[in-house]
């Protein structure tokens, strides 16, 4: 949603940078939260953040080159897959839906990196 407001309002000619707040007052969404996931494509430069009392975001990535795989890793700081070895989980040696869930996990990983942000935007390549 909030990638979908900046990508709007860059598209416009000599728009303002969009703030956090107005993403997280449009929306509904927590203005910490909107504040922090903003940061982060800022530092993964798919945002460009401007200072200053009218400062804000603006869009610096063409956002049809971005996966929502890239995306989701990025907000949630942790690889998509779950891994049953990595949570040391007590039933794995007995395990009789593991092989099925990696099969899944595979699948939605791979329909998620090819799934662009753009497209699911809207826009088109």
Do not use: W
Request: aromatic share 4%; hydrophobic share 35%.
């Amino acid at each position: 949603m909030a990638l979908g407001h900046i990508n709007k309002k860059s598209s416009v000619e000599n728009c303002s940078p969009v703030s956090a707040r107005e993403i997280a007052d449009k929306f509904g969404i927590p203005y910490d939260t909107t504040s922090s996931v903003l940061q982060t494509l800022a530092r993964a430069k798919i945002l460009e953040s401007q200072q200053g009392i009218s400062g804000g975001y603006h869009l610096i990535q063409d956002l049809t080159h971005l996966s929502l795989l890239e995306l989701t890793e990025l907000i949630e700081k942790k690889n998509f897959y779950v891994d049953c070895q990595e949570r040391k989980c007590d039933l794995i040696d007995a395990c009789n839906i593991k092989k099925p869930l990696d099969k899944l996990h595979k699948e939605l990983r791979s329909i998620f990196a090819q799934m662009k942000v753009g497209n699911l935007l809207g826009n088109t390549e």
